[in-house]
């Protein structure tokens, strides 16, 4: 199963402002790249040298937070983001 | 906007809530602030809440709450490569003295939050707690992004991604070492075939831990639980060793699940539901100041988590509990200063939870450094078995031989022994 079609399951109600702030100059240094790999919903990509955030998808572990020293996140406001019905 | 109560609860966890339902008893005016749309949308459980902690604040709450399984059959599989060994316990349910119940925290959180309510606490929905109030280093409530809210004391109870502890320097960053980032999947399966399946009676579940060569080079594990009518199958590993490895959290699962170790219990069954959340693995030295003028820590966030027997909703319990109780007092001697707190530290100090972490202290570390072991050590029980169950005109004698050999070649005795050491001094 593609992960697409995993968060194609999952029900969010979404902010219109991202919770997730990148430093661009920093992404545009970065060799590692960790964010792609460890974000357990792909919200990372990469284009050139730029980073595309896709916080709408955000799943809130803050897994990224602990991997990233550049990545500010913060919670989404009150009542939007993830809402799982099976947690 | 601004509220004044007794006291705030960051969080509708099992931890918060606790809290709040002892302080609401012990005629506290407390609030509990949460983010999500309702108690429970943003949490995620491994699979199984220990009956102990619950029991002990509401007795036989299993008559009544809502529960998936009662877990009889507690397993470990040890995962090859096309091959695995499974090491269990299986007992008949006593249905006056369960172990522990598998629980899904959407419906389990929304019922306790109940609870607290109907004890007398009030419940805040979607509300995102930003920052702690303080004022010459002494809380006084909380900053939300719908107002302030004032408080004499305020118990943080926001879960692993603790922000606010941060915030407030009751803790430094976590690194990637002392945090596990898990992803876990519903599988939804009709009832009688999860009980044909796992060997079960009605209402009976099973836990079964996967350790071994899907996880080499990982400090994680894998896991499935059974719901009422769906399955929990998930993994986990501390956030620097996936970086390290390079393993993108979903791959690693897809792998997991076509594995035919656990393939064959989740075979035909549609996923619900795809959920990540973080586990707190700092252990005792990651801890956060458990207690500081006019402000408390419990469950995720004070880190309490075992991830030897996967505890964790029971300690934020627990944790929740002697939190409340020490607000309560505090209250009756008007003083929520540090030293009035400091209660809450012992108690917590005092209990199984802070003396098993206290004792496994640096026992990940130790797993970390040495991560080879896990992958040697589940080779060697697999080829160990392999050799014994096989018949092929050696002599057992020689089989014997062989296992040892085999034993050997995959880990240094020296290593073994020094293995063997630091388990029993961190463990027994």
């Known amino acids: ?87 | 906007m601004t509220e004044k109560f007794d006291a705030v609860v960051v969080g509708a966890g099992p931890a918060g809530t606790t809290s709040a339902m002892v302080m609401a008893k012990g005629g506290v005016n407390v609030a509990i602030v949460e983010r999500g749309e309702f108690p429970g949308s943003k949490n995620v459980i491994g699979g199984v809440l220990y009956a102990h902690t619950l029991n002990q604040m509401m007795p036989g709450f299993w008559k009544e709450a809502p529960l998936e399984r009662n877990v009889v059959w507690h397993s470990y599989c040890i995962m090859g490569r096309g091959e695995h060994t499974m090491v269990g316990y299986k007992h008949e349910g006593s249905a006056d003295s369960p172990n522990g119940f598998t629980v899904l925290r959407s419906k389990f959180d929304r019922w306790y939050a109940r609870k607290a309510e109907e004890a007398g606490a009030t419940l805040i929905l979607k509300t995102n707690v930003t920052e702690l109030l303080s004022s010459g280093g002494k809380v006084y409530g909380v900053k939300t992004d719908r107002g302030d809210l004032e408080s004499d004391v305020v118990v943080v109870s926001e879960g692993a991604n603790t922000m606010l502890c941060e915030k407030a320097g009751l803790m430094g960053k976590p690194r990637p070492d002392q945090m596990a980032v898990a992803v876990r999947e519903i599988v939804a399966l009709p009832s009688d075939k999860i009980q044909e399946r796992f060997g079960l009676k009605e209402n009976e579940g099973a836990a079964i831990h996967y350790l071994g060569s899907l996880f080499r080079g990982l400090v994680g594990f894998g896991f499935l639980y059974t719901n009422r009518d769906s399955i929990s199958v998930g993994l986990g590993a501390t956030v620097s060793s996936m970086m390290k490895a390079h393993v993108r959290p979903y791959d690693l699962m897809e792998r997991f699940k076509e594995d035919p170790s656990v393939e064959h219990f989740i075979r035909g069954g549609l996923v619900k539901e795809y959920q990540a959340h973080m586990i707190p693995e700092g252990g005792y030295g990651g801890m956060p100041r458990l207690y500081a003028d006019g402000v408390l820590v419990a469950g995720d966030s004070a880190m309490l988590s075992n991830p030897i027997t996967g505890e964790g909703a029971d300690l934020a319990i627990l944790s929740g509990r002697l939190a409340g109780e020490a607000v309560v007092r505090a209250r009756r001697l008007g003083d929520y200063s540090t030293r009035t707190l400091s209660a809450y530290g012992r108690a917590l100090g005092d209990s199984f939870a802070l003396r098993d972490m206290k004792k496994q202290a640096g026992l990940l570390k130790y797993v970390e450094e040495n991560v080879e072991m896990v992958d040697a050590y589940s080779e060697a029980v697999n080829a160990a078995l392999k050799e014994w169950f096989s018949v092929d005109g050696a002599t057992r004698e020689e089989k014997a031989r062989r296992i040892r050999g085999t034993v050997i070649s995959k880990r240094p005795l020296g290593k073994v022994l020094m293995d063997l050491w630091v388990i029993w001094r961190k463990l027994l």
Not at chain 1, 29 to 49: F, M, Q
């Open chain 1, 1 to 87: 199963m593609r992960l697409e079609e995993k968060l194609y399951l999952l029900r969010h109600v979404v902010d219109e402002e991202s919770h997730i702030r990148v430093d661009q100059e920093q992404c545009a240094k970065c060799v590692d790249r960790v964010c792609l790999d460890i974000c357990p919903a792909n919200v990372y990509s990469y284009s050139g040298d730029r980073v595309f955030v896709a916080y709408e998808n955000c799943v809130e572990c803050g897994t990224c937070r602990i991997a990233c020293p550049f990545i500010d996140w913060r919670n989404p406001l009150g009542g939007t983001g993830i809402s799982y019905r099976f947690g």
